[in-house]
């Protein structure tokens, strides 16, 4: 049973996540072989206070 976790920044739409789960389950399951009813996605979504990109929160910028 493949587990995948999407870590990404907080903003994205509740159809954004709902397609990158399809289509990140689609990839997994073609390249795979496993069958999408055991491939589970998790998104992680992080807040932009919380990440940091060459010194700087990506909020700050």
């Not at 994205?12 to 996605?41: F, M, W, Y």
């Amino acid at each position: 049973m493949p587990y995948i976790t999407v870590k990404m920044l907080e903003g994205r739409t509740e159809e954004q996540k709902r397609n990158l789960v399809e289509k990140v389950t689609d990839a997994v399951s073609e390249t795979t072989g496993a069958p999408k009813e055991k491939v589970v996605v998790f998104i992680e979504e992080m807040s932009k206070n919380h990440y940091g990109i060459a010194g700087k929160r990506v909020s700050d910028q």
